[in-house]
């Protein structure tokens, strides 16, 4: 017995013997994740595992590191938003840049439709003030002349009636008025409708052959060119401030362009380092998940070579009950027993 069991049961592979013994429970059968552990008996897996390609194994160091850069890459598309709604305040600052200066061209057409009208009523002005004078020395000179003429007729003639007098005076008057209106006429048509009181001063002087009235049409005259002048005075005041305002406005409007050019350089640049932030950040997710996907395999692997183990390290402590057992056997009906195997064929001799 001695010498047949080193010859024979020590080559004997592991998968020869048998436990169906009523002295130990039975183990289960193995499993194909252990079926090459039970077939050569040791503890290294016939496979080593390797990573597809592409993929590599990293620490839990490396882990971490990975990890704490993704939460820096959070914290910067978190900021790189509040930049984008900073710079989309700044393009609505652009948009009421542009609504400015159209106001400010309809402010220019405006000023330079006044600018014309001003224009307008200053010649108007100097037509009427021109006219007014001319009228004035006219009146001035009938009543030097009417006054020459009665001392002339009072030392000269005998004195006449009121009748001739007044119908002398009469046709003089018409005589001039008809000059008067002659010439009216022809400013009237070069003037327009800025001769339309002069119009009116010689249809009084044709139909009331008055100089009271004349003299009160052209006080009238000389009113309402003292009243434009005032409007004119107070527009040419409204102008002055609309051009401060203007002045203080094209102030404002240089720095914001200012402003908005610095700004639009900024929004270049940070949309620049958006864009690589961004690549950056497509890279590491692909990396953390080909990294979690590898832990996920790790573990599992881990898990099963555990398991492996476990299995393993049961099926040689029952072995080497098995061993202890047959060793310790006195004869060969015992190991037969205890294994449960015919041994007839064997020689007689090895007893």
């Known amino acids: 017995m001695m010498d047949y069991f080193p010859q024979h049961c020590d080559s004997a592979s592991l998968s020869s013997f048998s436990l169906d013994t009523p002295s130990l429970p039975r183990h289960p059968p193995p499993q194909e994740d252990t079926a090459s552990l039970v077939s050569t008996g040791t503890l290294v897996p016939e496979a080593i595992y390797l990573p597809p390609p592409g993929h590599r194994l990293v620490s839990h160091s490396d882990w971490d590191t990975l990890q704490t850069q993704l939460a820096d890459l959070h914290e910067e598309v978190t900021e790189l938003q509040k930049q984008k709604a900073e710079l989309e305040r700044l393009l609505d600052l652009s948009v009421l840049q542009s609504q400015v ?22 010649s108007r002005l100097a037509e ?12 001035s000179k009938l009543k030097g002349e009417d006054g020459d003429l009665e001392e002339r007729t009072e030392n000269s003639l005998p004195p006449r009636s009121p009748t001739l007098e007044a119908a002398h005076c009469e046709e003089r008057l018409r005589i001039e008025i008809v000059n008067l209106q002659e010439q009216l006429e022809t400013r009237t048509e070069e003037s327009g409708p800025s001769s339309r009181g002069y119009v009116i001063y010689t249809f009084f002087l044709d139909n009331g052959l008055n100089h009271s009235c004349c003299l009160n049409n052209v006080n009238y005259v000389v009113f309402s060119m003292n009243l434009c002048l005032v409007k004119f005075s107070s527009l040419k005041v409204e102008a002055d401030r609309i051009q401060i305002q203007k002045e203080k406005l094209e102030l404002e409007l240089q720095s914001c ?15 620049k380092d958006n ?77």
Do not use: M, W
Not at 103 to 112: A, H, M, P, R
């Open 257 to 271: 362009r200012v402003e908005v050019q610095g700004l639009r350089v900024a929004l270049s640049h940070l949309q």
């Open 101 to 122: 200066q159209t106001s400010e061209g309809l402010l220019q057409d405006l000023q330079k439709s006044f600018s014309q009208s001003q224009s307008a009523v200053q």
């Open 275 to 351: 864009k690589s932030h961004i690549s950056e950040k497509t890279g590491l997710q692909q990396q953390c998940l080909e990294l979690r996907g590898q832990v996920i395999s790790l573990r599992s692997q881990l898990d099963t070579s555990q398991a492996v183990q476990k299995d393993f390290v049961q099926l040689s402590q029952s072995l080497q009950v098995k061993l202890e057992q047959i060793r310790q056997a006195d004869s060969l009906n015992q190991v037969k027993h205890l294994l449960g195997e015919d041994i007839e064929g064997f020689p007689t001799d090895a007893t």
């Open 128 to 139: 009427l003030s021109y006219s007014q004078k001319r009228v004035c020395n006219e009146l």
